[in-house]
């Protein structure tokens, strides 16, 4: 099983980037999908979750309104569109996988597939 992200860069903040995460060895379609992030010195946090279906969306209050969170179930892909960013969106993201029986969760131990995550630089 393996989860890619890419996507991520550097930028200068208010610009947007979008990241991907493309599955292999495991159908995203039975699970319901997660962004982390994790910056230095921090635990790691759930941005944004989508569930298998797409009719259950989850935000992290800081990201509300500037992250969007969906899903290709048929390209076994997942995304996140990150816009207006600021520098304390600086972080590793990393896509994760959760059994549907879990729900929709903020619990990192609750998934059972990372990625390897994609570094984001937001400079003032």
């Known amino acids: 099983v393996q989860l890619q992200a890419f996507g991520g860069g550097s930028v200068q903040a208010g610009d947007s980037l979008s990241l991907s995460c493309a599955a292999s060895g495991v159908i995203i379609g039975l699970y319901n999908m997660g962004w982390f992030r994790q910056a230095p010195g921090k635990e790691r946090q759930l941005v944004a979750g989508?569930?298998?279906?797409?009719?259950?969306?989850y935000y992290a209050d800081s990201v509300k309104g500037r992250f969007t969170i969906s899903r290709d179930n048929g390209r076994n892909t997942v995304y996140l569109q990150m816009n207006s960013l600021k520098p304390e969106d600086t972080a590793v993201y990393l896509c994760?996988?959760?059994?549907?029986?879990?729900?929709?969760?903020?619990?990192?131990?609750?998934?059972?597939?990372w990625g390897q995550g994609t570094l984001v630089t937001v400079s003032s």
């Open positions: 994760a996988a959760a059994r549907l029986s879990v729900g929709l969760t903020t619990t990192p131990s609750s998934y059972d597939y």
């Open positions: 989508i569930n298998w279906r797409s009719t259950s969306l």
